[in-house]
C-alpha cells in the first residue's frame, strides 16, 4: 500500500495556522489597545493630578500656617524680618492656588473645596493678619497681641480644617484612582494570559506539524553542533534532510571553524593579559612600597635636620647680636639673610614633620565636640585676631568621630589662613557652620577676605604652594595640605566653594555619626506628616522663624561667638530664631 502525499504542504499548513493565529491575535490586540489606553488615562490622573495635588495641598496648609506663625511673631517681637514668612507664604498661596486651579479642573467637588479655601484664607488675612500687623506698627506689642485672640484661632483652625478636608478629598479621588487602575490591570492580564493561550495552542498544533519534516533533521544536527559546544571544536558538522538544512548545516560548520580560530586567538590574548597584569600587580606593590619609604623618608629628614639647623640659626643669631653695627651694612644684612634662612628652614621642617605624622602617630578615633574643639581653636588664635581686630564666629557644631589633635589643627589652620588673607580696609570676619548632607556632615569656614580664584581653586591644597610671595603673606604653604590630609584621614573631602560672592568659602565633609543620620531621617519623615499641631507648637518657640535642629534633624542651630574686646563679656542678643553670641576668649 502506497502512502498519499499530503494534501497541504509544510508552508501551506503554516500559512492557515498563522492566519487564524492572526485573527485571534488581532482581535485580542485591539481590545488591549483599548484597556490599555483607557488604563494610562487613569494612571495620568492618579500621578500627574492627584499626586501633584495632594503635595500642593499639604505645601499650602505649611504656607498658611508660617502665614499665622509669622503674624504672631510679629506681634511679639515687632521685628520686621519676622514678617519676611508671611510675604513669602502670601506670594507662594498664590502660586500654589493656580497651579492647583489649572489640576483640579476634573474635578468639580475638589474645585469647590479649594474655592472654599481660597475664601476662608482670604477672610482671615483681611480680618486678622493685616489688622494685627497694622495694630503692631502703629502700637507696638500690646496693640498687636491684643488682637489675637481665641475667636482670630479659631478662625485659622477653621482653615486648618477646610485644607484637611481638601486633602481628605484628593486621598479620596486618588484611591478611587488607584482602583481603576488595579481594575484596567487586571483586563489587560486576562487578555495577555488569552493570547498567551492561543499562541501555545497554535504552537501546538505547528510542532506537531513539523516534527517529521523539520524537527528530525534539525535534532540530528543539533547533536553534532552539540558535541562541538562541548569542547570538540574540530568535529565535522554535515547536514542531512532538504537542501535547506545542509545549507545551514554547512553555515554552521564554517561558523564553527571561525570561532576555533578565534579561540586561539583569545587563549593567546588571556596570556598576554595575565602577564600584563602580573607586571601591574609588581608596580603597585612597588608603588606601595616607594610611598612607605618616601613618608619614612620624611619623617626622619625633618627629625634629624632639627638638630643641626638649630645650631645654624642659633649661631646665625649669635653672630647678629654680637657683632651687629661692628661689620659693614652689607655684612649685617648678610647675616640677617642667614638668621632669616634658618628660621624659616626651621618652620618648613617643623610643618613637614607634622605633614608626616598625620596618620602614623594615632591616639584613636573618639567622639569630638566641634563646639569644644572651636573654642579651644578660638583661645589658640587669641592673639592673632586681636592683632588683626578678627570677629570669629561659629554656629551650633555636630559631635563626630576623630582624633581631638588633628581635628583642632585643622579648624585652627584654616581660622588662621582666613585671618592672614584677610581685605586691608576691613577687619576680617570669619564664621564657622555646618549642616547634614545625606549622611555626611558639611563643616564651612567662610571669610571676607581677598578670596581665591576659581583656577586656583585645586592649587592651594598641594604641599608647599603658595598664590602670593612671602613677603606680602608669610607662610610656608603647607598649611592647606595638612588640612586636606587630616580630612582625607578622616574619610571626607575638602573643597572650595567657588560660586561664593565675597571672601573664601572653605568646605569639607565628615561622616556623621549613624545615630544623627537616623534622627534626620525621622525628623524629615515627621516634617512631611505635616502634623498641624507640631507645626503650631514650633512656630510659637521659634517666634515665627523657621525651627532649627541639631545634627540629628539635618540642620545646625545658629550660634556666634564675637570676638572679645578688653572688658566684654556676657551674651549678645541674638535674633527672633533663637540664637546665642557668646563671647570667644
Same mark, same amino acid.
Given at each position: 500500500?502506497t502512502?498519499? #502525499?499530503p494534501?497541504w504542504?509544510?508552508?501551506?499548513?503554516v500559512? %492557515?495556522?498563522?492566519a487564524?493565529?492572526?485573527?485571534l491575535?488581532?482581535?485580542?490586540?485591539?481590545?488591549?489597545i483599548?484597556v %490599555?489606553a483607557?488604563?494610562?488615562?487613569q494612571?495620568h490622573?492618579?500621578?500627574d493630578?492627584?499626586?501633584?495635588?495632594?503635595?500642593?495641598s499639604?505645601e499650602?496648609l505649611?504656607?498658611?500656617v508660617d502665614q499665622?506663625?509669622?503674624?504672631r511673631? @510679629?506681634a511679639?517681637?515687632?521685628?520686621r524680618?519676622?514678617?519676611e514668612?508671611y510675604?513669602e507664604g502670601?506670594?507662594?498661596?498664590?502660586?500654589? @492656588?493656580?497651579?492647583?486651579?489649572a489640576l483640579?479642573?476634573? @474635578?468639580?467637588?475638589?474645585a469647590r473645596?479649594l474655592?472654599?479655601?481660597?475664601?476662608?484664607a482670604?477672610?482671615?488675612?483681611?480680618?486678622?493678619?493685616?489688622?494685627?500687623?497694622? %495694630?503692631?506698627?502703629r502700637g507696638?506689642?500690646?496693640a498687636?497681641?491684643?488682637?489675637?485672640t481665641?475667636?482670630?484661632r479659631q478662625?485659622?483652625?477653621a482653615?486648618?480644617?477646610?485644607v484637611?478636608?481638601?486633602q481628605?478629598?484628593?486621598?479620596d479621588e486618588?484611591?478611587k484612582g488607584?482602583?481603576?487602575? @488595579? +481594575?484596567t490591570?487586571?483586563?489587560l492580564?486576562?487578555?495577555l494570559?488569552?493570547a498567551a493561550l492561543?499562541?501555545v495552542?497554535?504552537g501546538?498544533?505547528?510542532l506537531?506539524?513539523?516534527?517529521?519534516m523539520?524537527v528530525? #533533521?534539525l535534532?540530528?544536527?543539533?547533536?553534532?553542533?552539540r558535541?562541538?559546544a562541548?569542547?570538540?571544536?574540530?568535529?565535522?558538522?554535515?547536514?542531512?534532510?532538504?537542501?535547506?538544512f545542509?545549507?545551514?548545516?554547512?553555515?554552521?560548520d564554517?561558523?564553527?571553524?571561525?570561532?576555533?580560530?578565534?579561540?586561539?586567538?583569545? +587563549?593567546?590574548a588571556?596570556a598576554s593579559?595575565?602577564w600584563?597584569?602580573?607586571?601591574?600587580?609588581?608596580?603597585?606593590?612597588?608603588?606601595?612600597?616607594?610611598?612607605r619609604?618616601?613618608?619614612?623618608?620624611a619623617y626622619?629628614?625633618?627629625?634629624?635636620?632639627?638638630?643641626?639647623?638649630r645650631?645654624?640659626?642659633?649661631f646665625c643669631q649669635?653672630l647678629?647680636r654680637?657683632?651687629?653695627g661692628q661689620?659693614?651694612?652689607?655684612a649685617?644684612q648678610?647675616?640677617?639673610?642667614a638668621v632669616?634662612?634658618a628660621?624659616?628652614?626651621q618652620?618648613l621642617?617643623?610643618?613637614?614633620l607634622?605633614?608626616?605624622r598625620i596618620?602614623?602617630?594615632?591616639t584613636?578615633f573618639?567622639?569630638?565636640?566641634?563646639?569644644?574643639?572651636?573654642?579651644?581653636v578660638a583661645?589658640?588664635?587669641?592673639s592673632?585676631?586681636?592683632y588683626?581686630?578678627?570677629?570669629?564666629?561659629?554656629?551650633e557644631?555636630?559631635?563626630?568621630?576623630?582624633e581631638?589633635p588633628?581635628?583642632t589643627?585643622?579648624l %585652627?589652620?584654616?581660622v588662621s589662613n582666613?585671618?592672614?588673607? +584677610?581685605r586691608?580696609d576691613?577687619?576680617p570676619k570669619?564664621?564657622?557652620?555646618a549642616?547634614?548632607?545625606d549622611?555626611?556632615?558639611e563643616i564651612?569656614?567662610?571669610?571676607?577676605?581677598?578670596g581665591?580664584?576659581?583656577?586656583?581653586?585645586?592649587?592651594?591644597f598641594?604641599?608647599?604652594? +603658595?598664590?602670593?610671595?612671602?613677603?606680602?603673606?608669610p607662610?610656608t604653604?603647607?598649611?592647606?595640605?595638612?588640612v586636606?590630609?587630616?580630612?582625607?584621614y578622616?574619610?571626607g573631602r575638602?573643597?572650595?566653594?567657588?560660586d561664593?560672592?565675597?571672601?573664601?568659602?572653605?568646605?569639607?565633609?565628615l561622616?556623621?555619626?549613624?545615630?544623627?543620620?537616623?534622627?534626620?531621617?525621622?525628623?524629615t519623615?515627621?516634617?512631611a506628616?505635616?502634623?498641624?499641631?507640631?507645626?503650631t507648637d514650633?512656630?510659637?518657640?521659634?517666634?515665627?522663624?523657621?525651627?532649627?535642629g541639631?545634627?540629628?534633624?539635618?540642620?545646625?542651630l545658629?550660634?556666634?561667638a564675637?570676638?572679645?574686646?578688653e572688658?566684654?563679656?556676657?551674651?549678645?542678643?541674638?535674633?527672633?530664631?533663637?540664637?546665642v553670641?557668646e563671647?570667644?576668649?
Amino acid at each position: 500500500m502506497t502512502a498519499k #502525499p499530503p494534501s497541504w504542504t509544510l508552508r501551506r499548513r503554516v500559512g %492557515a495556522l498563522l492566519a487564524v493565529v492572526s485573527v485571534l491575535l488581532g482581535a485580542s490586540v485591539i481590545v488591549e489597545i483599548a484597556v %490599555a489606553a483607557k488604563n494610562r488615562a487613569q494612571i495620568h490622573a492618579v500621578l500627574d493630578r492627584t499626586g501633584p495635588l495632594r503635595a500642593q495641598s499639604q505645601e499650602l496648609l505649611s504656607v498658611l500656617v508660617d502665614q499665622e506663625t509669622a503674624v504672631r511673631g @510679629y506681634a511679639v517681637t515687632e521685628d520686621r524680618r519676622d514678617l519676611e514668612p508671611y510675604v513669602e507664604g502670601s506670594r507662594r498661596e498664590q502660586q500654589l @492656588y493656580r497651579s492647583m486651579d489649572a489640576l483640579i479642573g476634573g @474635578y468639580p467637588a475638589l474645585a469647590r473645596q479649594l474655592d472654599t479655601v481660597k475664601v476662608e484664607a482670604a477672610d482671615w488675612q483681611a480680618a486678622v493678619a493685616e489688622p494685627v500687623i497694622s %495694630a503692631t506698627e502703629r502700637g507696638g506689642r500690646a496693640a498687636g497681641q491684643a488682637l489675637i485672640t481665641d475667636q482670630t484661632r479659631q478662625r485659622f483652625d477653621a482653615i486648618r480644617a477646610s485644607v484637611a478636608e481638601l486633602q481628605q478629598r484628593i486621598l479620596d479621588e486618588r484611591e478611587k484612582g488607584a482602583d481603576d487602575i @488595579y +481594575r484596567t490591570s487586571s483586563i489587560l492580564v486576562v487578555l495577555l494570559i488569552a493570547a498567551a493561550l492561543v499562541v501555545v495552542v497554535a504552537g501546538g498544533v505547528l510542532l506537531m506539524s513539523l516534527d517529521r519534516m523539520v524537527v528530525r #533533521p534539525l535534532t540530528r544536527l543539533a547533536e553534532q553542533v552539540r558535541e562541538v559546544a562541548e569542547g570538540d571544536y574540530q568535529h565535522h558538522i554535515a547536514g542531512s534532510g532538504p537542501p535547506e538544512f545542509q545549507q545551514l548545516a554547512g553555515d554552521v560548520d564554517a561558523m564553527r571553524q571561525k570561532i576555533a580560530k578565534d579561540l586561539a586567538e583569545v +587563549r593567546e590574548a588571556r596570556a598576554s593579559i595575565e602577564w600584563v597584569n602580573s607586571q601591574l600587580q609588581k608596580q603597585a606593590e612597588e608603588l606601595v612600597r616607594s610611598n612607605r619609604d618616601l613618608e619614612q623618608f620624611a619623617y626622619v629628614a625633618s627629625h634629624d635636620l632639627q638638630e643641626p639647623l638649630r645650631k645654624v640659626a642659633s649661631f646665625c643669631q649669635l653672630l647678629q647680636r654680637r657683632y651687629a653695627g661692628q661689620l659693614d651694612d652689607r655684612a649685617d644684612q648678610y647675616i640677617a639673610f642667614a638668621v632669616d634662612g634658618a628660621q624659616r628652614m626651621q618652620r618648613l621642617i617643623n610643618d613637614l614633620l607634622a605633614f608626616s605624622r598625620i596618620g602614623r602617630l594615632t591616639t584613636g578615633f573618639t567622639e569630638v565636640d566641634l563646639n569644644k574643639v572651636m573654642d579651644d581653636v578660638a583661645g589658640q588664635t587669641e592673639s592673632a585676631r586681636q592683632y588683626a581686630g578678627a570677629e570669629l564666629t561659629w554656629g551650633e557644631l555636630p559631635t563626630i568621630r576623630g582624633e581631638e589633635p588633628l581635628l583642632t589643627n585643622l579648624l %585652627a589652620n584654616l581660622v588662621s589662613n582666613s585671618i592672614k588673607f +584677610r581685605r586691608p580696609d576691613s577687619p576680617p570676619k570669619v564664621h564657622v557652620s555646618a549642616r547634614l548632607v545625606d549622611d555626611e556632615w558639611e563643616i564651612s569656614c567662610q571669610d571676607n577676605g581677598i578670596g581665591i580664584e576659581p583656577e586656583f581653586a585645586d592649587k592651594i591644597f598641594v604641599i608647599f604652594q +603658595r598664590l602670593h610671595s612671602k613677603d606680602a603673606y608669610p607662610g610656608t604653604g603647607i598649611g592647606l595640605a595638612i588640612v586636606k590630609k587630616i580630612v582625607e584621614y578622616h574619610g571626607g573631602r575638602v573643597w572650595v566653594d567657588t560660586d561664593t560672592a565675597e571672601g573664601t568659602a572653605i568646605r569639607f565633609s565628615l561622616p556623621a555619626l549613624p545615630e544623627d543620620v537616623e534622627a534626620a531621617r525621622a525628623a524629615t519623615q515627621r516634617a512631611a506628616e505635616g502634623s498641624a499641631d507640631e507645626a503650631t507648637d514650633a512656630g510659637e518657640s521659634t517666634g515665627g522663624a523657621e525651627p532649627a535642629g541639631n545634627g540629628a534633624a539635618g540642620a545646625a542651630l545658629p550660634r556666634q561667638a564675637g570676638p572679645r574686646a578688653e572688658g566684654a563679656d556676657g551674651a549678645q542678643e541674638g535674633d527672633s530664631t533663637g540664637d546665642v553670641k557668646e563671647t570667644v576668649r
